[in-house]
Nanobody, 126 residues
Framework: QVQLVESGGGLVQPGGSLRLSCAAS????????MAWFRQPPGKEREFVAG????????YYADSVRGRFTISRDNAKNTVYLQMNSLKPEDTAVYYCAADQIHTMIFATGIHGYDYWGRGTQVTGSS
């Protein structure tokens, strides 16, 4: 059974940084896609960043490209989201997601992932 546990959320001032972690267990993730999604208050869940675990190829939403970086640590089975230059509009619950890679096109929709963590709150103060 795949388990994903997020950590690292918190309150941050505009322009600040946070690093989120997603500890993954229950599988060998070399054939998996891993992703971060977020759900702002009153809005739908949206794709933020993703990577193919084995190849390390990364993908980003336009709204975070250049500010956020997704990475993984194979030894720790952990995926990270380094968030820099945070803005108030980055306020959301951030979720880690995982699923086996099925297609050449990287999945950026919520229906592309079977496994989800419970989320961690990131709040940008002003």
């Amino acid at each position: 059974q795949v388990q994903l546990v997020e950590s690292g959320g918190g309150l941050v001032q505009p322009g600040g940084s946070l690093r989120l972690s997603c500890a993954a267990s229950g599988r060998t993730f070399s054939t998996y896609a891993m992703a971060w999604f977020r759900q702002p208050p009153g809005k739908e869940r949206e794709f933020v960043a993703g990577l193919r675990w084995s190849a390390g190829q990364t993908y980003y939403a336009d709204s975070v490209r250049g500010r956020f970086t997704i990475s993984r640590d194979n030894a720790k089975n952990t995926v990270y989201l380094q968030m820099n230059s945070l803005k108030p509009e980055d306020t959301a619950v951030y979720y880690c997601a995982a699923d086996q890679i099925h297609t050449m096109i990287f999945a950026t929709g919520i229906h592309g992932y079977d496994y989800w963590g419970r989320g961690t709150q990131v709040t940008g103060s002003s």
